[in-house]
Each structure stands twice: as structure tokens, then as C-alpha cells.
């Protein structure tokens, strides 16, 4: 839990990109990035809205596989409709005014309370410096902390401060927890702030190979790499071995 180098495509990235040449930078990036991975997974997205053929009216309330090739939806229709918008802005000043708005609102449920969270308990910013990075490098931890400002009033100082807090409080990299078992896969950018490795016999980690952000938590599919199989079975002894004793003394208990 600290301000780092993390990389998360989402709403909120979006809010660090202005100038004229971030959204072109962007979505060269991703699309490349796309690109690279259509060719070894047979992923069927596009960045181009009107690159592929609508289905049947309904198809957008579908749940999205990404793993299946025949699921040829647009990317972007899939985030824009995800969001409750038409479109996204790439407008820094306008994305400020929103995240301002106090009142109750269909689109971008949650992100100014994301980012309060972020602003006043333990970062989490998001940064593409790495020269692999496939997506825009101009977010970077400046631009991020001056949003903290802009729209709750909150200075740098005050926010490192509010991390600090956090990581002596919940203990950081050693949170000496009971029965937690830490699962992340290496693909998952947010892992890098993550306990990867176990701490001890109540403190386990579980690092699954090539598997990204929650996707041991997805439904399972024919798809599913035999690491992300394994590791669901992993998780699914472990719960046992927790639980195991505490099932076997209820039942004794209501005897």
C-alpha cells in the first residue's frame, strides 16, 4: 500500500491524458498491444467502433469473455457502455468538474470515491514509464497528486502522509494477518503492491502465472490455462484446511 508505479486501465487513467498528442499515443499503444496478443490468443476485439458488424439488439448486456474469439465486440463500445456514457472525454477540465459533482449519478459510479480513497489512504496512482508500457506514459505521479488537489483540496504532502498512516496501521508488506491467503496473477499490474510470497503457515500467497486482475474469481471456462486451474485448486485446499475445523466443531457442537 504506497504511492508506486502501477499501471490500471481504467476511468481514472484517462483523467491524467490531455495535450494533443495523449489520446492518438493511446490508442496506438493499445492497439498495438491488442495486436501482439490477438495473434497468440485469437482475442476478438477492436479499437474501432464501427470496425465490426452489430449483433442483435441486447448484445452489449452480454457478459464479455475476452477469451473467446467469436465475441467480436468493439473494445471501446465495451467500455463506453460500461461506463453509462456515449463516449469518453478526454478533457482533464472536464473530467475535474465531473468528479466534483456531489449529487447522485448513473455514469462513473464510484470514481470519485475511488479517488478519495486513493487520496487520503494509500495511493494506488497510476504511472506507464517503463519503456514496454503499452499504454500512454504521460499519467505520471505528478498529474496524478495534483488531482487530489484540484478536486478534494488535498496536497502532496498530506497524501504521502495518509499512506504512511496506512501502511504503519494495517502494516504494509508485513500485515501479520491470521488465515489470509494473498492471491494475485503476475499480469495483474496492482501485484507489484501485493504480498506475493507466503509470510508464514497463517499468511499465504499464491502468485499465478500469466493470469490478470481477479481472474481467478471469473467463472470457469474450457479456456482457463492450467496454472489458473491449478491455482483455483490451491485456493480451494486452503480454504479447506482454514474451515476444515471450524465445520467439524459446529457439528460437534450441535450434537
Known sequence: MAIGPVLWLGP??????????????????????????????????????GGVALPKEGWLEQPLDPFNAS???????????????KCLSFSRAETVAQLKVT??????????QWLYQTCTEFGYYV??????????????????????????????????QAVS?????????????????FVNGDVDPWHVLSITQPLGPSESALLIPNASHCL???????SDSPSLRLARQ???????TWLGPAKKSQVRGGV
Not at 465475441?71 to 456514457?85: A, D, E, I, K, W
Not at 495534483?146 to 498530506?158: D, I, M, T
Not at 490451491?234 to 479447506?240: D, R, T, V
Request: contains cysteine; charged residues 10%; glycine residues 10%.
Open 12 to 49: 481514472l487513467l484517462l483523467v491524467s491524458l490531455w495535450g494533443s498528442s495523449a489520446p492518438a499515443s493511446l490508442l496506438r499503444r493499445l492497439g498495438e498491444h491488442i495486436q501482439r496478443f490477438q495473434g497468440s490468443s485469437g482475442l476478438g476485439l477492436s479499437l474501432d467502433p
Open 71 to 85: 465475441n467480436r465486440r468493439s473494445f471501446l463500445q465495451v467500455v463506453t457502455h460500461s461506463l453509462g456514457q
Open 103 to 112: 449529487e447522485t449519478q448513473v455514469a462513473g459510479v464510484g470514481d470519485r
Open 127 to 160: 504511472t506507464c514509464e517503463v519503456p514496454g508500457c503499452p499504454f500512454s506514459q504521460l499519467p505520471a505521479l505528478p498529474s496524478q497528486l495534483e488531482l487530489c488537489e484540484q478536486v478534494f483540496g488535498f496536497s502532496a504532502a498530506s497524501i504521502a
Open 165 to 181: 498512516q496506512t501502511n504503519s496501521y494495517y502494516g504494509g508488506q508485513t500485515p501479520g494477518a491470521t488465515q489470509v491467503l
Open 216 to 222: 481467478d474469481m471469473a467463472p470457469e471456462r474450457p
Open 234 to 240: 490451491n485456493i480451494f485446499q486452503q480454504l479447506q
